[in-house]
Each structure stands twice: as structure tokens, then as C-alpha cells.
């Protein structure tokens, strides 16, 4: 549904931060904010649920762990037993200690991998994404912030210029993020 | 300012009472000669009829590889000769019982009060930020680290003197023994109870300097102040960097002197830094229930159980790294260290650590909203706690009374000793000063602090 968008831009996080909370407070909705770099307390001021990235890590961690046991057992234990310094190999049980460095680094190996390529896929960054950042001074040092907006246009554009916003533009927005 | 109050005060002391007299039934209870010993034995034999022959073979396994059977076992002795050895070393075993279960409570809460220190340290060395808040709590805890050390101090000039046979390298046998005579230039008697002496007074010398001067920053709220304290701190980080490796090299590592591990020292850092932290936590979170601290917020919390859940992995990593590189080797004179704990009459207690030690903390501590909640950090501390009390047993009984051990009323009572003793030492202290360390020119960032 496209409905017309209201985009303010601020040069500093604390004025964002702050404007974030007041507009908030006044009632209106943000639909999101392009930020350089990552703002601390934003996605808190912003009232975004929790990130569920931390879950997905667990389990993804829990993979790896469950894929090293069985990758460890069928090669050194199944497929083609190996004399290693004289080492049991014939149960894995025996040979555990062995596989134990290996068991840890495919914990963090599926954990830190399918962790990132998650992380890509909610964000929508795949190859071949074309940027979906209104305005490219939000990659070097502006911020900039986009409202719904409801009501009076002239009404909400002096409140943003009020919060410490430098500009504010009209736009009409045509796909939901 | 905090007050001592009188059930606590109450109970600490029934705790030690109770640990004085556990303990001197202790001492008093050993058997005096062989002839007592032979009839305990008979006693137990009879007692476990039914795994009788299991239990016999199981003796006879771990006892080959006993440390303490040093000399002998080159000169085959039979029949008689052997039996009355075997009564004398059990002997000897069952008359360490009781300094080894005071051995292990004392070394385990004078290193504990030690590594709060150090945690405390690396605080004013870091000039930390957030944890202000909480210095009074770990100044307090290590009020510990004087009455601590002169208990150490009872027992390591006890066993300097022969009264007991905690150290094999300080009796008969280690005269016959080539290994021992190797390292005698750094394991002999006096210059090892002069290290010891030097160990101890350097951490009370060090502790005395930076919590007086921390005191001393309320009134004068001064910044010289602060830099001398943060150059102290500096200094004791030195200083206990290099004497720690020595002092876990001569207290514990020496009870096995034909074994060797070069990150032994480590790992009891790692052991005790994490039940220290745990501590700190701990006693923070009693304080906070009974209305004092109200600065401290979960912020502060969330962070000290980040320690305890990162420095719970850290311990692990020793343990698994120790064990690994050795159980692949399989050296004789290393694995002589583990086959007691891994395969002997310690398995128990060296396995279930790992549980207590490792996936218990790392399970309870692992959700980041789990570690704002103060019922899951008191949980998971409690298994810290009791996780690597059980790490210092079983680093120290296998080689003091070997096979022998039990959990009986001197162990107990030792630590009911003990700890009554550190609760009425350390909250005596924390009622004398205020509860905030106010001088501090981190104080407000302390206080602002969130997560």
C-alpha cells in the first residue's frame, strides 16, 4: 500500500536519539532509520521486539556440535579407523578426548557462519541487492529518519525541525519494511 | 553503612564452633599404630563383605600408582614385610585425613579472598568504570586474606616441622628417590617455608596499601591518591602474576613431585578467579536483599555473571587442555597424575565437577536476560562454589591420603570452620566503613552505568 512518508535528517546521534524518543512520544510512527554506523540504544528507543539472532545461534551452535560428533565418527571411527599414537579407535566413546577441539571449533564455526548468512537474510542483504537507502549521505555522516505521516503536513514537518532535524522532505513510500 | 547483625554474627560463630570441635575430633580420632590401623581395615573389609574382592583390586591398582610408594617397590618385599608396609602407608594416609581436609578448606578461602584481590586490582589497574559500585564489597571480602594466611601459615610450618605427611618430598623416602633429589635445589624444606612467608606478606603488604589508600580517596578526594592507589594495583598485578606460578608450584604441585604440568599454575587461577568472582556476586546480591546497595542495579550484576559464565569456560579450557595433551602422550610420569582422579577412587568427584564447573553455569548463564536475574546467578554460583571446592579437593586429597579418602566429619567440619570464619570476617569489616566508595572520581560513571 503506498501512503506518503515524511523523511528528516539529523547530523548526530544524541540529537537522533533524542528526536527518536519525542516523536515517539508525540505519537507518530517511525518506520525506520538509516544510521552510518550502529546507534547503541536505538533499537530500544525505537521499540523494536528483541533480537532472536541469539536463539538461532544456540541452535546453529547445536548443529555444528551434533554434525562434528557424527563427521568425527564415521571418519576415524566407521569408515577407516586410523592408529593415531596408539589410541583407541574402534569406539568413539574411547576416542572422544580426541575429537573434543574438533567438536568445539564446528560449534563456533556453524554457530558464527549460519549466524552471518541469517543476519543477510533477515536484513535483506543478498548478491545483486540494490541499496534501499533513501539517501546516500546516511552511508558518510547524516542520519536520517522516515515517519508516517498522519494528519497535517506542515504541522509534523515543523515538530521534526524542531527535534534538531536539518532537513525534511515528502515522500511517498511504496513498499513496507 | 551496613550493620553486622546479630543472627548473622550468631550464626558464624556457631559455624565455627561447630568446625573447632569436627576438627579436633579430627585430630584426636586417627589411629594411633599399626595394630589399631589393621583393625579398621578388618572392620571395613567385613563391613563391605559382598564387594570385598572388587574393592581389594581396586586397592591394589591405584596403590602401584601411588606417589607415595616413592622408594620401595624396587625391593621386592613379600608376605609379612609387605603387609606391615601397606598398614604403615595407610597409616600415614589415615593420619593425614585430618590436616588434608584442613589443608584443602584453608588453601580454598585464603586463595579466594587472594583472587578477589587481584579481581580488585585489575579494576583500579583497568581504572574500570563500572564496578565503583561494588568496591566496598570486594575490600570487605578481602578483609579475609590476613587471618587466611596466618592459617595457611599453621599448616605449611606444620608440615615444615614433620607434623604431618602431607608433602612427600619432605619425608624418609625422598632421600632414596633420584627425581626428588633432582629438584631438591628448589623443594627443600627452608627455602621453601621462606617462600611461602614471602608469598603471604606480599599480598597482605599489597591488600593493607590499596584498600587503605582507597579509604583514605573518600576523605581527600584526590587524584594523586587515585594514581598511586592505580600504580599499587599495577604493581600487585606483578607481583602476584609471578609469585602465583610459584606459590601453586610449591603449595600444590609439589604433593605429586614426580608429576609436572606447566599450565598447572593457571589453572588454579583460572579455578579460583571464577569462584572468587562468584563471590563477589554472591555477597552482592545478600547485601542487596537485605536493602543496602541500592546503586548496584542488575547492570552491575549482568556484567559480574558475564565473568562467571566467561571465566567458567576459561577453567574448562585448562582442565580439558591439561588432560588432553597428556591422555595423548601417555607418558608414564604425567599420567601418573591421572589415573586416581580419572580412573581411580576419584572419578566421581572429577567427573562431576565438570558438570558443576561447566555445563551447569554455561547452561543457567548463557541467555543474557538470565543473567540479570538474581535467583539464576545465586543457582549457577552455588554450583561454582561447590564445583571447584570439589576441583581443590580432588587436587590435593589423591596425593595426601590417596585411596583412603571419605567425606567424613573432619572434612566437613573444616569447612564449617572456615566458612563461619569468613562470614564473620568479612561482613566485621564491611560494617566499619561505608557502604560506597564516594572519593572515587569514577563513582557517577559507576552509578550512570547501564547495560
Redesign the interface.
Known amino acids: 500500500m503506498s501512503h506518503k512518508i515524511v523523511r528528516a535528517i539529523y547530523d548526530d546521534d544524541d540529537v537522533l536519539l533524542k528526536a527518536v524518543k519525542e516523536v515517539r512520544d508525540n505519537g507518530n510512527h517511525i518506520e525506520e532509520v538509516f544510521t552510518p554506523f550502529p546507534v547503541h540504544g536505538l533499537d530500544k528507543a525505537m521499540g523494536l521486539a528483541p533480537t532472536k539472532l541469539?536463539i538461532t545461534a544456540?541452535i546453529y551452535g547445536l548443529i555444528g556440535l551434533f554434525f562434528s560428533v557424527w563427521m568425527m565418527n564415521y571418519m576415524m571411527i566407521q569408515d577407516w579407523p586410523q592408529n593415531i599414537?596408539?589410541?583407541p579407535s574402534f569406539a568413539y566413546y574411547q576416542n572422544m578426548?580426541?575429537f573434543?577441539?574438533i567438536m568445539f571449533e564446528m560449534t563456533v564455526f556453524f554457530a558464527a557462519h549460519l549466524m552471518v548468512i541469517t543476519f543477510y537474510m533477515r536484513s535483506k542483504i543478498w548478491p545483486f541487492q540494490t541499496a534501499s537507502n533513501p539517501d546516500p549521505r546516511t552511508t558518510d555522516d547524516k542520519f536520517l529518519m522516515e515517519v508516517t505521516l498522519e494528519g497535517n503536513e506542515d504541522d509534523l514537518t515543523s515538530f521534526l525541525t524542531k527535534t534538531g532535524a536539518t532537513e525534511v522532505s515528502i515522500a511517498e513510500n511504496h513498499d513496507n519494511h | 553503612m551496613y550493620q553486622f547483625s546479630s543472627k548473622l554474627k550468631m550464626f558464624s560463630i556457631i559455624l565455627m564452633v561447630a568446625g573447632l570441635l569436627g576438627m579436633a575430633y579430627g585430630f584426636i580420632n586417627v589411629p594411633k599404630d599399626t595394630h589399631a590401623m589393621e583393625e579398621i581395615l578388618n572392620a571395613q573389609s567385613q563391613g563391605h563383605d559382598t564387594h570385598a574382592t572388587a574393592d581389594s583390586h581396586a586397592k591394589k591398582d591405584t596403590h602401584a600408582e601411588d606417589s607415595h610408594k616413592v622408594a620401595s617397590h624396587d625391593n621386592a618385599h613379600v608376605g609379612k614385610d609387605e603387609h606391615q608396609e601397606h598398614l604403615e602407608h595407610v597409616l600415614k594416609q589415615y593420619k593425614n585425613k585430618p590436616w588434608s581436609a584442613f589443608f584443602i578448606t584453608a588453601f580454598f578461602f585464603f586463595m579466594l579472598s587472594v583472587m578477589v584481590l587481584v579481581f580488585y586490582a585489575i579494576q583500579w589497574a583497568s581504572e574500570a568504570g563500572w564496578s565503583i559500585t561494588i568496591f566496598r564489597v570486594m575490600e570487605a571480602l578481602t578483609a579475609y586474606i590476613l587471618p587466611g594466611s596466618i592459617l595457611m601459615l599453621i599448616f605449611l610450618f606444620a608440615s615444615g616441622f614433620h607434623m604431618n605427611d602431607i608433602y612427600v618430598w619432605m619425608g624418609d623416602h625422598a632421600a632414596h628417590d633420584e627425581l626428588i633429589q633432582a629438584k631438591k635445589w628448589w623443594l627443600n624444606i627452608p627455602s621453601w617455608l621462606i617462600r611461602s612467608v614471602l608469598y603471604l606478606a606480599g599480598y597482605n603488604i599489597f591488600r593493607y596499601f590499596l584498600v587503605s589508600n582507597s579509604l583514605k580517596l573518600d576523605a581527600t578526594k584526590s587524584y594523586k591518591t587515585y594514581i598511586r592507589n592505580k600504580n599499587i594495583a599495577v604493581g600487585f598485578l606483578l607481583f602476584f602474576a609471578v609469585s602465583e606460578l610459584f606459590l601453586a608450584f610449591d603449595w600444590l604441585m609439589s604433593l605429586d613431585p614426580h608429576w609436572f604440568s606447566q599450565l598447572y599454575s593457571f589453572y588454579v587461577l583460572a579455578s579460583m578467579l571464577v569462584t572468587a568472582i562468584t563471590t563477589i556476586a554472591m555477597v552482592t546480591i545478600y547485601l542487596k536483599s537485605k536493602g543496602y546497595l541500592p546503586q548496584v542495579t542488575n547492570s552491575h550484576l549482568h556484567d559480574l555473571a558475564k565473568f562467571m559464565f566467561g571465566f567458567s569456560i576459561f577453567w574448562t579450557y585448562f582442565w580439558f587442555d591439561q588432560f588432553m595433551l597428556q591422555w595423548y602422550s601417555n607418558q608414564p610420569e604425567e599420567t601418573v597424575y591421572f589415573v586416581p582422579r580419572l580412573l581411580g577412587a576419584y572419578q566421581l568427584p572429577f567427573i562431576s565437577m565438570l558438570v558443576l564447573n561447566f555445563v551447569l553455569p554455561v547452561l543457567i548463564l548463557m541467555s543474557s536476560d538470565f543473567k540479570r536475574l538474581n535467583w539464576f546467578i545465586m543457582i549457577a554460583g552455588l554450583s561454582i562454589i561447590v564445583g571447584h571446592y570439589t576441583d581443590i579437593f580432588v587436587l590435593i586429597a589423591p596425593a595426601t591420603v590417596g585411596d583412603q579418602y571419605s567425606f567424613g566429619i573432619p572434612e566437613f567440619a573444616s569447612i564449617l570452620f572456615f566458612l563461619g570464619l569468613f562470614i564473620f570476617i568479612v561482613f566485621r569489616a564491611l560494617a566499619k566503613v561505608p557502604l560506597q566508595a564516594v572519593g572515587n572520581p569514577f563513582m557517577t560513571e559507576s552509578e550512570n552505568f547501564h547495560y
Open positions: 541469539a544456540f599414537g596408539g589410541k578426548p580426541a573434543v577441539p
